[in-house]
């Protein structure tokens, strides 16, 4: 079993900066592959952004430049520093964990191949 914590959103003004971070805990953090999503009320959750167990990272366009996903190992954290915030970025941001075997540089994108989720944050990005 895995819990995981988020923590960090909140209400920011367009092209401001937040970092929201993920705590796990009952697991090997560092054999645990991370990845955040988010989801807006009424639509699926949509993946934002993914990190090995190793540490290789993946981010689609819609993110790349403005967001970048980090981990502490010795903290059991995963991060999420997100800049230059556009009102589309406004939504429920959730993390989540895949066991895995050892170091891997594998990430994973689709919701359905992460076992454990956090309760989520909000972020809304608003004048």
């Known amino acids: 079993q895995v819990q995981l914590v988020e923590s960090g959103g909140g209400l920011v003004q367009p092209g401001g900066s937040l970092k929201l971070s993920c705590t796990a805990s009952g697991r090997t953090f560092s054999n645990t592959a991370m990845g955040w999503f988010r989801q807006v009320p009424g639509k699926e959750r949509d993946f934002v952004v993914a990190?090995?167990?190793?540490?290789?990272?993946y981010y689609p366009d819609s993110v790349k430049g403005r967001f970048t996903i980090s981990r502490d190992n010795a903290k059991n954290t995963v991060y999420l520093q997100m800049n230059s915030l556009k009102p589309e970025d406004t939504a429920v941001y959730y993390c989540a964990a895949r066991p895995v075997q050892g170091n891997s540089g594998r990430y994973y994108l689709s919701e359905y191949e992460y076992a454990y989720w956090g309760q989520g944050t909000q972020v809304t990005v608003s004048s």
């Open positions: 990190i090995s167990s190793s540490g290789s990272t």
